[in-house]
């Protein structure tokens, strides 16, 4: 844990990389936290977890995505029933909205490819190293791109490691 302390006290003025996942548990959960473990796409999540991972995003002062991550997080919402799929979507675009608390860069597709990583981890997940490089805190549930991130020396948080 100590380790993590030092990761967030490092990057928590720079801001965070959320993947895609950990944006639909933050976004699902901040509508209706009793809605994770009853979602599919979030049914390992509860209540608790859910606490966790807003409480580690708001030490960061800055929430930082690709349009990549928001297509991604906007496409799983797709599965989620009304009235909780529109209160979502609004939460989504308000987050959008604040550039206090959020920003969104743009990697092309172009540059993305480029990466090492692209044809194991796919577009998204390259954006995600990319933009990360040297700039970001990644916050991210898939091993495999946390541990490439590892591998390139980019300050990555497995979520999975903290609900343990």
């Known amino acids: 844990m100590e380790g993590i302390l030092s990761l967030i006290n490092r990057n928590k003025n720079k801001g965070v990389i959320v993947d895609a996942n950990l944006l639909l548990v933050y976004v699902v959960g ?17 209540k608790n977890s859910f606490d966790l991972l807003y409480n580690l995003i708001n030490e960061f002062n800055l929430i930082v995505a690709t349009p990549n991550i928001l297509t991604e997080l906007c496409n799983l919402l797709g599965n989620l029933q009304e009235p909780e799929r529109g209160k979502c979507l609004a ?34 997940d390259s954006g995600i190293a990319h933009l990360a490089k040297g700039k970001f805190l990644v916050l991210t549930i898939d091993l495999d791109l946390h541990l490439h991130l590892l591998s390139l020396g980019i300050d990555s948080i497995n979520f999975n490691n903290l609900l343990i």
């Open 30 to 46: 901040c509508i209706n936290p009793d809605r994770l473990s009853k979602f599919p796409r979030t049914s390992q999540f509860d």
């Open 91 to 124: 939460l989504v675009k308000n987050l959008t909205k604040n550039n206090e608390i959020f920003q969104e860069f743009y990697v092309e597709s172009q540059i993305a490819t480029d990466e090492s990583c692209f044809t194991r981890l796919e577009l998204t």
